[in-house]
């Protein structure tokens, strides 16, 4: 069964920056509507942004202006590009089509002085 593999998480200071990405780990062949989500300690999971097939775009409230979403059709990856980082977006953050049920590992990001 394919699944999307995420990656790119470390450690960075408030300001700095990120690009995470999200693989599938077989062939895939749709072109699915994405999207990143993330869980913080203690919280729920939300989504942070999601792309469409046909590449349309929407954004949580807290991350529009830092965060940008994008996608490579081809390969069927799809990225988060993440600038001006807080300490409040500190999370485990995961990637999957908005139609399915499974969840990946994801990949975590601290945001730390």
């Known amino acids: 069964q394919v699944q999307f593999v995420e990656s790119g998480g470390g450690l960075v200071q408030p300001g700095g920056s990120l690009r995470l990405s999200c693989a599938p780990s077989?062939?895939?062949?749709?072109?699915?509507?994405m999207g990143w989500y993330r869980q913080a300690p203690g919280k729920q999971r939300e989504l942070v942004a999601d792309i469409t097939s046909g590449g349309v775009t929407t954004y949580r409230d807290s991350v529009k202006g830092r965060f940008t979403i994008s996608r490579d059709i081809p390969e069927n990856t799809v990225y988060l590009q993440m600038n001006s980082l807080k300490l409040e977006d500190t999370a485990v953050y995961y990637c999957?089509?908005?139609?399915?049920?499974?969840w990946g590992q994801g990949t975590q990001v601290t945001v730390s002085a």
């Open positions: 999957k089509p908005l139609s399915w049920d499974d």
């Open positions: 077989g062939r895939l062949r749709s072109i699915y509507h």
